[in-house]
């Protein structure tokens, strides 16, 4: 059974809806720990199929063509409620030959020193793992869409435990790395991460200004993402303030891939100008769904899922961006979040967040000591209207999806 | 997978030789349905077929790992090859695949159909307007490891998980379901049994007061507690943890008795043979208020060799130490008088999800309602909220009464650790701690 079987027999199915993707990939992985070093390769091949037979939508997914021969039928049996099919793309993209994946470099000797050093001592690393990839994926579809692209990662997850007499804490960070290995900023993170809430200090203010650091920045956007997703925002959205003037926030994968999961070109979206709700991401769903185009943003976080609508690469940015260290120094009274250490909960229908964190204490512009956990809560509307400022030190954090975010200047607070 | 072992033991050959030394081939035929309910419809169905296949060799602290798709004689060739280069080791010759051709696996989920057409009576009856999916599953996984006899083991899942609405004596509200259980005729018996009762009309819910409270954790739900407090610390590559540094120590009541047992093929996480081709052996995670074992797989075995909890989410990631399910065992207390000991706290059925730090033993466990207990008889209802401390004094202020009756809990399905999705279960009595964190939730 090949790709033009399939394409056939889909074509018997239902002869102008459908839509076939062919993903494989190739990773090299190396597990490192005190106790364990594991290298590990990966082949893996994906076939989906997404169609429209007896007007109703189908998907089937297997780990390959005759796998998926057998699905499409009996995902044809069950029944499904009725539904319009997209306007599918048409377009067409090659792809260049292929090469093979290195394997990542063993920075865990590396890293254990950066770590010892950052945390003075006080924190080692436990783990990590480092992940280097390639994957092809190929989307066909009724319309004659035939594309092609390739995409490269280097991401891991790092472990680190620190301890003091009677206390402990244990720290898990995921990373990516665009360039190349980032070791000092890694080392930074899971010290500062580990280490701090292992103070004896509480929160010394009940509201003040709030520093975020681009991680925790991030995970405020990340979390906020489905404001740019839904046909109806929440009650509380003023589409002309939504943020503060100083924020600007869009989404754009053109660097990472041509194409989304469902064919359509990636491109630029400007969602959050000047702090007004101005754009909104499409898939091919939604755009039918909203008689407008899909914007690119049908991902496929894998293959045994259909594509979904979804953020991309999404990211604050500042036509004015403040360095991080005039930031600080306009902090009378704050805190600096420099960690989450509980997954960061928003509620965007009834306009409330909550945020664990631990950080440091700022006075007068100047650092006077960690802070071992903090909560700000309140309500999303004014959080992202307070944010005064963005700095120039644009980051990335897998989401999963990638989320982009400079050290955040928010003027006020409420701490406990 | 109609696999030739001893071929695939030839080809493992050139690893084996010294003592404690591992090397296996594990693959995996996976079938799955999912369909994405909305209010009575199915909107969305989702059929899966996967196969795969690794190759695992370690060696002291070392170990090369290959995975690739398909669970064929040419998969089992290419992933053994793929170690063979990785480890220096003469490569397997390429040829094709011979003998019988591998066995084609029955079509899709064989009840898928049928399961949909009873969920779909019992969601009109009790739930009309919902959002929930459901996921069948059967997987069949086959090992095959130098020294070691093949095992092959097969398991069929039932997992619903959602969202609904409900009457409340003050007008409709959302609430949360979730419902894991092997497959069988009886699972969706329960499952009707459970989704009634979840839907039946309740009491506005005020917040739950922040501070400590004495609470009851009641209709198995404590098995979400114990899997986080004692499963993960116990778990043989964990790290240290509170519990390690007192082994066999007295850390709660005589009459506390955990064990994780992956035998119970009627609770989620149940299997006969791991992903290593171990049987499993119950393991005593509390025995007599003393710490006891760890949950091994072979690479952390101690001398009695695994305990059969080499789990691992598929054929593309190799084995970790994991538990499965945790069993509490029952007293003998009736609920009305565990009611009337607790006087005034709060008394929590269902947990949402939980998590534990390893290192500081610090957990919290998120619940989607309470009841409010005053002078030993049910008051208000109370919204969602979450449980929070730490692990040692956790197990301290278990009081000595147990709950008579041992229920399964059926909102424990999927455990996630190191990116690895697995299948547990567990059950256990009414219980009651002393002193819990709590604070209301968004």
Same mark, same amino acid.
């Given at each position: 059974?090949?790709?033009?079987?399939?394409?056939?027999?889909?074509?018997?199915?239902?002869?102008?809806?459908?839509?076939?993707?062919?993903?494989?990939?190739?990773?090299?992985?190396?597990?490192?720990?005190?106790?364990?070093?594991?290298?590990?390769?990966?082949?893996?091949?994906?076939?989906?199929?997404?169609?429209?037979?007896?007007?109703?939508?189908?998907?089937?997914?297997?780990?390959?063509?005759?796998?998926?021969?057998?699905?499409?039928?009996?995902?044809?049996?069950?029944?499904?409620?009725?539904?319009?099919?997209?306007?599918?793309?048409?377009?067409?993209?090659?792809?260049?030959?292929?090469?093979?994946?290195?394997?990542?470099?063993?920075?865990?000797?590396?890293?254990?020193?950066?770590?010892?050093?950052?945390?003075?001592?006080?924190?080692?690393?436990?783990?990590?793992?480092?992940?280097?990839?390639?994957?092809?994926?190929?989307?066909?579809?009724?319309?004659?869409?035939?594309?092609?692209?390739?995409?490269?990662?280097?991401?891991?997850?790092?472990?680190?435990?620190?301890?003091?007499?009677?206390?402990?804490?244990?720290?898990?960070?995921?990373?990516?790395?665009?360039?190349?290995?980032?070791?000092?900023?890694?080392?930074?993170?899971?010290?500062?991460?580990?280490?701090?809430?292992? *103070?004896?200090?509480?929160?010394?203010?009940?509201?003040?200004?709030?520093?975020?650091?681009?991680?925790?920045?991030?995970?405020?956007?990340?979390?906020?993402?489905?404001?740019?997703?839904?046909?109806?925002?929440?009650?509380?959205?003023?589409?002309?303030?939504?943020?503060?003037?100083?924020?600007?926030?869009?989404?754009?994968?053109?660097?990472?891939?041509?194409?989304?999961?469902?064919?359509?070109?990636?491109?630029?979206?400007?969602?959050?100008?000047?702090?007004?709700? *101005?754009?909104?991401?499409?898939?091919?769903?939604?755009?039918?769904?909203?008689?407008?185009?899909?914007?690119?943003?049908?991902?496929?976080?894998?293959?045994?899922?259909?594509?979904?609508?979804?953020?991309?690469?999404?990211?604050?940015?500042?036509?004015?961006?403040?360095?991080?260290?005039?930031?600080?120094?306009?902090?009378?009274?704050?805190?600096?979040?420099?960690?989450?250490?509980?997954?960061?909960?928003?509620?965007?229908?009834?306009?409330?967040?909550?945020?664990?964190?631990?950080?440091?204490?700022?006075?007068?512009?100047?650092?006077?000591?960690?802070?071992?956990?903090?909560?700000?809560?309140?309500?999303?509307?004014?959080?992202?209207?307070?944010?005064?400022?963005?700095?120039?030190?644009?980051?990335?954090?897998?989401?999963?999806?990638?989320?982009?975010?400079?050290?955040?200047?928010?003027?006020?607070?409420?701490?406990? | 997978?109609?696999?030739?072992?001893?071929?695939?033991?030839?080809?493992?050959?050139?690893?084996?030789?010294?003592?404690?030394?591992?090397?296996?081939?594990?693959?995996?035929?996976?079938?799955?349905?999912?369909?994405?309910?909305?209010?009575?419809?199915?909107?969305?169905?989702?059929?899966?077929?996967?196969?795969?296949?690794?190759?695992?060799?370690?060696?002291?602290?070392?170990?090369?790992?290959?995975?690739?798709?398909?669970?064929?004689?040419?998969?089992?060739?290419?992933?053994?090859?793929?170690?063979?280069?990785?480890?220096?080791?003469?490569?397997?010759?390429?040829?094709?695949?011979?003998?019988?051709? &591998?066995?084609?696996?029955?079509?899709?989920?064989?009840?898928?159909?049928?399961?949909?057409?009873?969920?779909?009576?019992?969601?009109?009856?009790?739930?009309?307007?919902?959002?929930?999916?459901?996921?069948?599953?059967?997987?069949?996984?086959?090992?095959?490891?130098?020294?070691?006899?093949?095992?092959?083991?097969?398991?069929?899942?039932? *997992?619903?998980?959602?969202?609904?609405?409900?009457? *409340?004596?003050?007008?409709?509200?959302?609430?949360?379901?979730?419902?894991?259980?092997?497959?069988?005729?009886?699972?969706?018996?329960?499952?009707?049994?459970?989704?009634?009762?979840?839907?039946?009309?309740?009491?506005?819910?005020?917040?739950?007061?922040?501070?400590?409270?004495?609470?009851?954790?009641?209709?198995?739900?404590?098995?979400?507690?114990?899997?986080?407090?004692?499963?993960?610390?116990?778990?043989?590559?964990?790290?240290?943890?509170?519990?390690?540094?007192?082994?066999?120590?007295?850390?709660?009541?005589?009459?506390?008795?955990?064990?994780?047992?992956?035998?119970?093929?009627?609770?989620?996480?149940?299997?006969?043979?791991?992903?290593?081709?171990? &049987?499993?052996?119950?393991?005593?995670?509390?025995?007599?208020?003393?710490?006891?074992?760890?949950?091994?797989?072979?690479?952390?075995?101690?001398?009695?060799?695994?305990?059969?909890?080499?789990?691992?989410?598929?054929?593309?990631?190799?084995?970790?130490?994991?538990?499965?399910?945790?069993?509490?065992?029952?007293?003998?207390?009736?609920?009305?008088?565990?009611?009337?000991?607790?006087?005034?706290?709060?008394?929590?059925?269902?947990?949402?999800?939980?998590?534990?730090?390893?290192?500081?033993?610090?957990?919290?466990?998120?619940?989607?309602?309470?009841?409010?207990?005053?002078?030993?008889?049910?008051?208000?209802?109370?919204?969602?909220?979450?449980?929070?401390?730490?692990?040692?004094?956790?197990?301290?202020?278990?009081?000595?009464?147990?709950?008579?009756?041992?229920?399964?809990?059926?909102?424990?399905?999927?455990?996630?650790?190191?990116?690895?999705?697995?299948?547990?279960?567990?059950?256990?009595?009414?219980?009651?701690?002393?002193?819990?964190?709590?604070?209301?939730?968004?």
């Amino acid at each position: 059974m090949t790709g033009d079987d399939l394409g056939a027999l889909l074509s018997r199915r239902c002869p102008e809806q459908w839509e076939l993707y062919r993903k494989t990939a190739e990773t090299r992985e190396i597990d490192a720990t005190p106790e364990l070093e594991r290298a590990a390769w990966r082949r893996e091949e994906g076939w989906a199929a997404r169609w429209w037979e007896g007007g109703a939508p189908r998907f089937a997914a297997a780990s390959d063509a005759d796998g998926l021969a057998l699905a499409l039928p009996e995902a044809a049996r069950l029944p499904v409620a009725a539904d319009e099919p997209p306007a599918w793309p048409v377009k067409k993209a090659t792809l260049a030959g292929a090469a093979s994946v290195e394997a990542p470099p063993a920075l865990f000797e590396e890293l254990l020193r950066a770590v010892a050093a950052a945390s003075r001592g006080e924190a080692v690393l436990a783990g990590l793992t480092l992940r280097r990839g390639r994957a092809e994926e190929r989307i066909v579809n009724a319309a004659g869409l035939d594309v092609a692209q390739e995409h490269h990662v280097f991401d891991g997850v790092a472990r680190c435990v620190a301890r003091r007499p009677g206390r402990a804490r244990e720290v898990r960070v995921p990373f990516r790395w665009d360039s190349g290995p980032e070791t000092e900023t890694l080392a930074r993170r899971l010290a500062d991460a580990a280490t701090l809430p292992l *103070s004896d200090r509480p929160t010394p203010f009940s509201s003040g200004q709030w520093l975020l650091d681009p991680a925790v920045g991030a995970a405020l956007l990340a979390a906020i993402a489905p404001l740019f997703l839904d046909a109806r925002p929440p009650r509380w959205v003023v589409r002309e303030k939504l943020a503060g003037p100083a924020v600007s926030i869009a989404d754009d994968a053109s660097r990472d891939a041509a194409f989304d999961g469902e064919g359509v070109a990636s491109r630029r979206m400007l969602l959050v100008e000047h702090g007004a709700l *101005s754009g909104r991401l499409h898939d091919l769903s939604s755009a039918r769904r909203a008689g407008a185009t899909s914007t690119g943003h049908g991902v496929r976080p894998s293959f045994r899922l259909p594509p979904q609508l979804g953020p991309r690469r999404l990211f604050f940015e500042s036509g004015s961006p403040t360095p991080s260290a005039a930031l600080l120094s306009g902090v009378t009274k704050g805190l600096f979040a420099s960690a989450l250490t509980a997954p960061l909960r928003v509620d965007l229908q009834a306009d409330r967040y909550e945020a664990e964190f631990t950080g440091v204490s700022i006075v007068g512009g100047r650092a006077q000591g960690p802070v071992a956990g903090a909560r700000a809560r309140g309500r999303v509307s004014e959080l992202l209207r307070r944010i005064a400022a963005l700095s120039t030190d644009l980051q990335f954090f897998p989401a999963p999806f990638l989320a982009g975010s400079p050290t955040v200047y928010v003027e006020r607070a409420s701490f406990d | 997978m109609n696999w030739d072992d001893d071929s695939i033991l030839r080809w493992l050959e050139p690893f084996g030789g010294r003592e404690g030394d591992l090397v296996e081939v594990f693959g995996e035929a996976l079938t799955e349905t999912c369909l994405e309910w909305r209010d009575g419809e199915i909107r969305e169905a989702r059929v899966r077929r996967e196969q795969g296949t690794s190759a695992r060799w370690r060696r002291g602290r070392s170990e090369q790992f290959a995975s690739v798709a398909g669970a064929d004689e040419a998969a089992v060739r290419e992933a053994v090859r793929a170690l063979r280069a990785s480890a220096g080791r003469e490569p397997l010759p390429i040829r094709s695949a011979r003998g019988a051709p &591998a066995a084609e696996t029955e079509v899709g989920f064989p009840a898928a159909e049928r399961t949909a057409r009873r969920l779909a009576a019992i969601l009109a009856r009790h739930a009309p307007r919902h959002v929930f999916t459901l996921r069948l599953r059967q997987t069949e996984r086959r090992v095959v490891a130098a020294g070691r006899p093949a095992s092959t083991a097969t398991r069929r899942l039932l *997992s619903l998980e959602g969202r609904f609405t409900a009457a *409340s004596r003050a007008g409709d509200e959302q609430r949360l379901f979730a419902f894991h259980a092997p497959m069988s005729d009886e699972a969706l018996e329960e499952l009707k049994t459970a989704l009634a009762d979840a839907a039946a009309p309740r009491d506005r819910a005020v917040p739950v007061p922040a501070g400590e409270a004495d609470a009851i954790l009641a209709g198995g739900c404590a098995a979400v507690l114990f899997h986080e407090i004692l499963g993960h610390p116990l778990e043989a590559d964990a790290g240290v943890s509170p519990l390690r540094a007192l082994p066999e120590a007295r850390v709660a009541v005589a009459d506390l008795e955990v064990i994780d047992d992956a035998r119970r093929l009627d609770l989620f996480g149940g299997y006969e043979r791991d992903d290593e081709g171990t &049987a499993p052996r119950p393991v005593k995670l509390v025995a007599s208020g003393l710490v006891g074992s760890q949950l091994t797989d072979r690479a952390h075995a101690a001398a009695a060799g695994s305990t059969g909890h080499g789990r691992r989410s598929g054929p593309a990631e190799p084995p970790l130490p994991r538990g499965a399910n945790v069993v509490v065992s029952g007293g003998a207390t009736d609920p009305e008088e565990m009611l009337r000991r607790l006087g005034n706290g709060i008394w929590i059925d269902e947990f949402l999800g939980g998590s534990v730090e390893i290192a500081s033993g610090s957990f919290r466990l998120r619940f989607p309602r309470a009841r409010r207990v005053r002078r030993g008889r049910f008051a208000d209802e109370l919204g969602p909220g979450v449980l929070a401390g730490e692990l040692l004094p956790t197990l301290e202020a278990v009081e000595p009464a147990l709950g008579r009756e041992v229920r399964a809990y059926r909102g424990l399905g999927w455990c996630a650790r190191a990116g690895q999705v697995v299948p547990v279960g567990g059950a256990a009595p009414d219980l009651m701690i002393r002193r819990l964190g709590v604070r209301p939730e968004l």
